[in-house]
C-alpha cells in the first residue's frame, strides 16, 4: 500500500497536535475499517507514527523490545491504514485498517476475544455481521424518502409492491437456477440482488431491518 495521502503542509500541523505522554507514547486502536471491529491496543510513539504515514501499513514502538515494530512483518499479517483519527483531547489514536490477517498473535482475529462480562459474545458476533445490512437498509430508505433522479431504487418506489415483488420472485429464481447449476459465482451475486430487493420490499412495507434481526435472534436463543 502507498503512503496515506496527508499534504505536506499539513503534517507538521497534525504531528504537533499528538499529546505524547511523558515516555513519547500515544495508545493506538486498531479497528477493522470494514467491520468496525476492535483489533487491538498498542503504542505509537513519532517514528512509528510517521513510519506508518509513510507506509500505509500500522507501525508501531514495541515497550517490550524497544524498538519500531511494523505489524506483519515477521507473521505477514499486515494491518492497511485506511484511516486515522486523533480523539478530542489529543492523546489517544484511531488507527482504521484493512487486515491481511488476523491481528492477534494467538491467531484470534482480535485481541479481544476474552469474553468476561455483559452481552453474551455471541450476541455481539450477530450485530455486527449484520451491521452492513443495517447501513444498506437505511441508505433505501434515504431513496423512498428523497426519490433521487436516476435511481434504479426510485424507480422500484414508483413503480409500487407490485413490482417490487415481481423483482423479489425473479431475483429468488436466479438464485435458485444458480444453486441447481452449482455456480458459486452466480449464486453470491444473484443473492445479492435477493438481499437488496427483500430490503426495499421491508422497506416499502414500513418494516425495519431491526425487527426482522430481532426475529432471527428470537429464534436463535430457542
Not at 431504487?153 to 444453486?179: N, P, Q
Request: proline content about 2%; charged content about 30%.
Amino acid at each position: 500500500m502507498a503512503a496515506i495521502d496527508i499534504k505536506a503542509d499539513n503534517v507538521k500541523k497534525i504531528m504537533d497536535k499528538i499529546k505524547y505522554n511523558d515516555r513519547g507514547l500515544i495508545p493506538a486502536v486498531l479497528q477493522d475499517y470494514e467491520s468496525g471491529e476492535v483489533l487491538m491496543l498498542a503504542y505509537m510513539n513519532k517514528k512509528s507514527f510517521k513510519k506508518t504515514i509513510e507506509t500505509g501499513k500500522a507501525c508501531f514502538w514495541s515497550r517490550s523490545r524497544q524498538e519500531i515494530w511494523l505489524k506483519g512483518n515477521t507473521s505477514g499479517n499486515y494491518q492497511e491504514v485506511q484511516n486515522i483519527y486523533l480523539d478530542c483531547d489529543g492523546d489517544a489514536l484511531l488507527v482504521q485498517v484493512k487486515p491481511e490477517g488476523p491481528a492477534c498473535h494467538t491467531g484470534e482475529i482480535s485481541c479481544f476475544f476474552q469474553h468476561l462480562a455483559g452481552a453474551d459474545k455471541e450476541d455481539f458476533a450477530f450485530q455486527k455481521k449484520a451491521s452492513f445490512l443495517q447501513v444498506l437498509s437505511e441508505v433505501i430508505a434515504a431513496r423512498k424518502k428523497e426519490l433521487p433522479e436516476n435511481s434504479y431504487t426510485t424507480y422500484l418506489f414508483e413503480k409500487g409492491i407490485d413490482k417490487i415483488t415481481k423483482k423479489l420472485a425473479e431475483e429468488a429464481a436466479e438464485v435458485i437456477i444458480a444453486a441447481k447449476n452449482e455456480d458459486e459465482e452466480e449464486i453470491i451475486y444473484e443473492s445479492a440482488d435477493l438481499i437488496y430487493h427483500l430490503l426495499v420490499l421491508l422497506e416499502s412495507n414500513r418494516i425495519s431491518v431491526e425487527q426482522i434481526f430481532s426475529e432471527l435472534k428470537s429464534r436463535h436463543d430457542n
